[in-house]
């Protein structure tokens, strides 16, 4: 088992910069690739961005490509996910996941263990 849990989530302005963090307890967290997930009331669980087991491959969805950055530290067993340029429609909940590397990185099928996720907030 691997235990996430995220924190960093806030209320900014838009235009503002979070960076959300992403704690792994249990398994080795080296083991598992890693993603981020956002949910907006009423809608679907969305693919944000994967990086790989060694951090040297990263995936971005087309809405956050440019403005966020995945990025993870094995040593400390913690990923990390910056948004800068925030835009009100990236207001939702982010989870953080942990699974297997799969070319499927984008569906939430993919991967085994979700944090509880932060809220993220962004005014206009």
């Known amino acids: 088992q691997v235990q996430l849990v995220e924190s960093g989530g806030g209320l900014v302005q838009a235009g503002g910069s979070l960076r959300l963090s992403c704690a792994a307890s249990g398994r080795t967290f080296s083991n598992y690739a890693m993603a981020w997930f956002r949910q907006a009331p009423g809608k679907e669980r969305e693919f944000v961005a994967a990086?790989?087991?060694?951090?040297?491959?990263?995936n971005y969805a087309d809405s956050v490509k440019g403005r966020f950055t995945i990025s993870r530290d094995n040593a400390k067993n913690t990923g990390t996910l910056q948004m800068n340029s925030l835009k009100p429609e990236d207001t939702a909940v982010y989870y953080c996941a942990a699974g297997p590397t799969s070319s499927r990185y984008y569906n939430t099928n993919q991967w085994n263990y979700w944090g509880r996720g932060t809220q993220v907030t962004v005014s206009s």
């Open positions: 990086i790989s087991l060694s951090g040297r491959s990263t």
